[in-house]
């Protein structure tokens, strides 16, 4: 089992900088792919950011590309999102997950098929 604790959430006024630790506990190995999701009231679910933890290859939403970060320190079995220019479309919560498996066209629409997830740290953006 791998649990997954996600920090560092809080408000931040629109231009500004946020940083997301996720931090996996347990069988570290079920977590080859290791993703950034958020839900904003009353909009579904969406894939922020995804890293191959091997590979160290990263993925972005198109919404996020370009300000977004995602990043690992293996030593510590944390994965980052480094957020800058953050925008009020940028509110909600956001959750870590990971998995053994997942795919690089179709994980942003994918969170139901990560089996590990966080309980999620909310992020406030002032206009």
């Known amino acids: 089992q791998v649990q997954l604790v996600e920090s560092g959430g809080g408000s931040v006024q629109a231009g500004g900088s946020l940083r997301l630790s996720c931090v996996a506990y347990?069988?570290?190995?079920?977590?080859?792919?290791v993703g950034w999701f958020r839900q904003a009231p009353g909009k579904e679910r969406e894939g922020v950011a995804l890293?191959?933890?091997?590979?160290?290859?990263?993925f972005y939403a198109a919404s996020v590309k370009g300000r977004f970060t995602i990043s690992q320190e293996n030593a510590l079995n944390t994965v980052y999102l480094q957020m800058r220019s953050v925008k009020p479309e940028d509110n909600g919560m956001y959750y870590c997950?990971?998995?053994?498996?997942?795919?690089?066209?179709?994980?942003?629409?994918?969170?139901?098929?990560?089996?590990?997830r966080g309980q999620g740290t909310q992020v406030t953006v002032s206009s």
């Open positions: 997950a990971a998995s053994s498996v997942c795919s690089a066209e179709s994980w942003e629409r994918e969170w139901n098929l990560f089996p590990y």
């Open positions: 347990g069988y570290t190995y079920g977590r080859n792919c």
């Open positions: 890293i191959f933890t091997a590979s160290d290859i990263p």
